[in-house]
């Protein structure tokens, strides 16, 4: 059997743990499994559930479907290639604010900055808020330790979220959120908890994909600094670079929430109703049978089909604007600050454990 373990969880329920890069490409585009978000027993209020969790990473076909269809009428290539001046002039700024600085986290003045303002001009959100972006985005990705915090900060959450909707009802602007207020497919049109539930989702996967792959990027090319040199050296690389940074440290460890919803198999493995089915991305793109030496970062690998945007209908929508943020950021770092050098030994850093990939810090040096 390809890369599935099996276990029992505390209520019975069988949980298979989907780790090789076969099954989980097969279990990421099954069609026989269903993903539910219930959020009840956390005491988070019915209206306030319905206003957050209206999203296409929660729903199946057809409405998964529909939602997809309206969204991406918005979030079009040719949005997202537009915003390149505006991502380069931030990025700009915030190297501006790290220079001459004897010691910097970068995660704290560059990967979640340039991720939090790139989302919030994307969508109109109020800059006031953006510095609670990383408290809700931690809370929410913290596991079952954060959950007693969920209820009051997502109700305030989708509250600020319902007070935007109605400013841009009356006052629309220029970005993606007035465009999805406005998007029609015929006569059909998002509703106000799919639209709030889209902002959430945005809010809260967007920009934390995002600011990881920076912040893990960055520190892999300055752990062994001969990676750092050739990228400098060899910048043709950096779209090949930033597929591995993905592979190498997926922004999404593990993918949750799906239910078996009729028997299938899974490459020799026979599934039933009711079974948990939770993917490793992480463990996916180490898989030595589809990426040879999968545990060497190759900033050249090719080709490098890793899953670390997902697969299937699934897939993350928002993997083009990752990318453009990742290639502006990594172009302007690069070109800045040639001595940049971690302000720490590699192994005393620390990583988050939760099911998202990324540092609690980063400090370098060499922005003098």
Same mark, same amino acid.
């Given at each position: 059997m390809d890369g599935i373990q099996e276990s029992t969880g505390p209520d019975g329920t069988t949980v298979v743990l989907v780790t090789g890069h076969g099954a989980a490409q097969r279990a990421l585009a099954e069609r026989r499994t269903t993903r539910v978000l219930n959020l009840t027993n956390l005491g988070? #209020?019915?209206?306030v559930q319905s206003g957050l969790t209206r999203q296409m990473m929660f729903l199946d076909p057809p409405d998964h479907t529909r939602l997809r269809r309206l969204v991406s009428a918005a979030f079009t290539a040719q949005r997202i290639e537009a915003m390149r001046p505006h991502i380069e002039r931030i990025a700009g700024e *915030?190297? $501006?604010a790290m220079a001459g600085r004897e010691t910097v986290d970068l995660l704290d003045a560059y990967a979640w900055p340039l991720a939090t303002r790139v989302l919030c001009d994307l969508i109109g959100f109020p800059a006031d808020n953006a510095g609670e972006f990383r408290t809700w985005t931690e809370i929410v990705a913290g596991?079952? $330790? %954060?959950? @007693?915090e969920w209820p009051a900060h997502l109700t305030r959450l989708l509250t600020i979220i319902r007070d935007l909707l109605t400013e841009l009802r009356a006052h629309p602007g220029n970005h993606l959120l007035s &465009? +999805?207020?406005a998007a029609r497919d015929g006569e059909d049109r998002l509703s106000e908890d799919e639209l709030s539930s889209m902002v959430f989702l945005l809010l809260i996967a967007g920009h934390e994909t995002a600011a990881n792959l920076i912040g893990n990027g960055v520190f892999r090319l300055l752990e062994d600094r001969s990676r750092w040199h050739r990228l400098r050296a060899e #910048?043709?690389? +950096?779209?090949?670079?930033? &597929? &591995?940074?993905?592979?190498? $440290? =997926? #922004?999404? =460890?593990?993918?949750?929430?799906?239910?078996?919803?009729?028997?299938?198999?899974?490459?020799g493995h026979t599934l039933r109703p009711d079974t948990q089915v939770n993917i490793s991305l992480a463990e996916a793109n180490r898989d030595e049978s589809r990426f040879p030496d999968a545990d060497e970062l190759r900033l050249d690998r090719d080709p490098n089909p890793h899953l670390g945007f997902g697969h299937g209908m699934h897939y993350c929508l928002g993997a083009p604007l990752a990318r453009l &943020?990742?290639?502006?950021?990594?172009?302007? *770092? +690069?070109? %800045?600050? @040639?001595? +940049?050098? !971690?302000?720490l030994p590699a192994g005393e850093l620390t990583? %988050?454990? $939760?099911?998202?990939?990324? !540092?609690?810090?980063? #400090?370098?040096?060499?922005?003098?």
């Open positions: 988070i #209020p019915a209206d *915030l190297l $501006d596991g079952p $330790d %954060r959950m @007693p &465009e +999805l207020i #910048p043709h690389l +950096l779209p090949a670079a930033i &597929e &591995e940074f993905v592979r190498y $440290d =997926a #922004p999404v =460890a593990v993918t949750s929430n799906r239910r078996a919803v009729e028997t299938f198999d899974l490459t &943020e990742a290639r502006v950021a990594f172009t302007a *770092l +690069l070109q %800045r600050f @040639p001595h +940049l050098r !971690l302000a990583w %988050r454990h $939760d099911f998202m990939t990324g !540092l609690t810090r980063l #400090p370098v040096t060499g922005t003098q």
